[in-house]
């Protein structure tokens, strides 16, 4: 709700800031520059829209069969890997088959943490929210559990806690009557370190996920989306999604 | 407005008569529990607080008894809307410091750091309904361990 307020004037500063960087990297020395960006901000300084956190999948390296991004999440974030309808998912393999030339495709689909989320547009308290750096969260606190926000996400990305938990992970509180979404680990990418399922994934060999800040032209991330084709789930919404797919 | 004074004034002087009466009898009535008891603590048990670690607290005593849950609200919204994770005022770091070496925990009994002054108070806790009651070191260190074993198979390939 207040973020329709803001998002132009985000935009812009977002513009000028990303220009302003990539000014600062042929004037002075692209590899200060690039150090600079490429840390994480430290603890005591707040999240700023000089960054947009972001993924890129590549479907070519994701393995059919394989599900360790699944349950390096559920590790992480403290759910099992449990298939009962109620059950957390904050992380899916989705299996694709082209129906006339049998083609198929495993890739992983997450809360796609959009620029402009519906979920947050249609909470009525405010729990649920996108940080300056594009991350999208709930707010637990002030969660009341109305579950608007599953019925409005476009990807089916929220889930809800129907049962009491307990032993939690410290860094990941979670609770029940409260919705719950991957946070993109949130609580590492503060620590200047890689989403669970990033990791996992690299683990394991595949290295189909990629994660970066989108706004620093000097990337990983944004050299890979600037070179190849990649595409956004349901473009068609024009949401400006944080995660990216390549290799459909 | 006078009458109305008047009328205040009057209340005032009944409602301390009363209170006066009142405090007798409870006080008589403490001293004969009190025998009954045969305890120098009284009706109501205070908290007994065990503080393992920690000699100094992140403000004096006097204040994060009084303020500690302004201190912690403040932090839960700067963590939770802006990811500022600084230790100090967090939760985890008063779990870190004050959870009992017997249950690893701040809760559990009346001899827990959180619960003990809680139930005293009447004042219902429901951080512990989300967060962890437990100290983070331990997570921390397991899932060091088990970064580290995979990291070095993930080298191999």
Known sequence: MTDNKTTPVDEGRRRFLTASAAMAGVAVAPGVVLYEIAHGKPADEPASHAVRWGMLIDTNQCQEGCDECVKACGEENGFGHGTRETDSQWIRKVELRDMRTGRTKSLPVMCQHCAEPPCVDVCPTGASFKRPDGIVLVDRHICIGCRYCMMACPYKARSFVHERITDQNPDVPRGIGCVESCTMCVHRVDRDQQPACVEACARAGHGAILFGNLNDPNSEIAKRIAQYSTMELRADLKLNLGVRYQGF | ?157
């Open chain 2, 1 to 157: 407005m006078s009458g109305a004074a008047k009328l205040g004034r009057r209340a005032a002087g009944i409602w301390a008569a009363l209170a006066a009466l009142l405090l007798a009898t409870l006080g008589a009535f403490a001293a004969a529990s009190g025998e009954r008891a045969g305890t120098a603590a009284g009706r109501t048990p205070k908290p007994v607080l065990v503080i393992e670690k920690g000699e100094r607290c992140v403000e004096d005593t006097a204040y994060m008894r009084r303020n500690h849950m302004k201190l912690l609200l403040h932090h839960r919204d700067d963590t939770v809307h802006k990811g500022i994770r600084t230790e100090k005022h967090s939760l985890q770091n008063c779990i870190n410091c004050h959870a009992s070496s017997k249950n690893n925990s701040v809760l559990g009994s009346d001899e827990n750091f959180c619960q003990s002054c809680h139930t005293y108070a009447a004042v219902k806790l429901d951080c512990w309904d989300c967060h962890s009651s437990k100290p983070k070191q331990q997570a921390a260190t397991a899932a060091a361990a088990v970064a580290k074993a995979p990291v070095s198979a993930g080298g191999k390939q």
